[in-house]
């Protein structure tokens, strides 16, 4: 195998993909409450989430650097390998930009993809770049294929309340006091780097249904390709039901169903309480 695969941590994969051997996540730095810690190094998830929701003030994330890039980079041409990286949405986020100036300090074979998505949206590329190299494609047909699937990566999520995007200031105090109050859950979906609001629903089992629903509503011919991976937070409770209702809707439907916990990075904009779905051809 002649190919190192690195993304940074705003990709969310499932732990039996954060292990394989060829992949390299390189860790943003999270600040909170003007501390900073390395994603996912310096705390847990789990004590990640406790420690959002007792914070003054809103975590913020700093993009990952030139210098960590470039001494993956060097690492892996130096072992003789070709590269392979893997950037959450460069609208959204400085580091594929870091990693583009990495790139070109760097003497070697080194391709840089933008996943224009986040979360378990960008680790749709990285979980499918896994498959296309462990199947012995060549570097130029996994940069191809990860492309493909680009195209074809969503994410559908939805927070449990507004308290977390009320205090980011991503809802006015007047819409999240009403949302709370009627127990509305909005649904946003995120693809090509934009998000948009699918639906608002009242009740937590209509929104799992309408994520369920929304998701076969893209591909409804296509079920049978798709790779779908289910994520949660803080909230073990929703996240049981969201599995139930996939499972019910969609075993023996699609590809594969993979789980994971949501990253620090995606969670500190959204909240600790949010459950989603990620997916792609």
């Not at 609001?197 to 998701?215: I, M, N, P, Q, W």
């Amino acid at each position: 195998m002649n190919i190192k695969l690195i993304c940074d941590s705003m990709c969310d994969i499932p732990e039996e993909i954060e292990k394989k051997e060829y992949l390299e996540i390189i860790p943003l730095t999270l600040i909170v409450d003007g501390k900073e810690f390395v994603d996912n190094e310096d705390m847990t998830k789990d004590e990640f989430y406790k420690f959002m929701l007792e914070a003054k003030d809103i975590p913020k994330t700093s993009q990952a650097t030139y210098v960590q890039f470039k001494e993956a980079f060097d690492s892996a041409l130096a072992d003789g390998k070709d590269v392979i990286c893997i950037t959450g949405a460069s609208n959204k986020s400085g580091t594929y930009q870091s990693a583009m100036l990495a790139k070109n300090d760097t003497e070697g074979r080194i391709e840089i993809i933008d996943s224009e998505n986040l979360s378990i949206g960008s680790g749709q590329l990285v979980i499918r770049a896994c498959d296309f190299i462990e199947e012995g494609l060549s570097t130029d047909e996994v940069v191809s294929k990860i492309k493909e699937v680009r195209e074809s990566s969503f994410i559908l999520f939805t927070p449990a309340s507004f308290d977390f995007l009320k205090k980011s200031g991503r809802v006015p105090l007047t819409t999240a006091i009403i949302g709370n109050m009627l127990n509305i859950r909005p649904i946003f979906s995120m693809h090509s780097g934009e998000i948009q609001l699918e639906a608002k629903v009242r009740g937590a089992k209509k929104a799992f249904s309408k994520l369920v629903d929304t998701l076969i509503s893209k591909y409804p011919e296509e079920l049978s390709e798709l790779t779908i991976t289910i994520g949660e937070a803080g909230n073990r409770e929703d996240f049981i039901k969201l599995k139930e209702e996939v499972e019910a809707k969609l075993k023996d439907k699609v590809k594969r169903i993979m789980f994971f916990k949501g990253g620090a990075c995606i969670c500190a904009h959204t909240g600790p309480d949010i459950v989603a779905i990620g997916f792609s051809k």
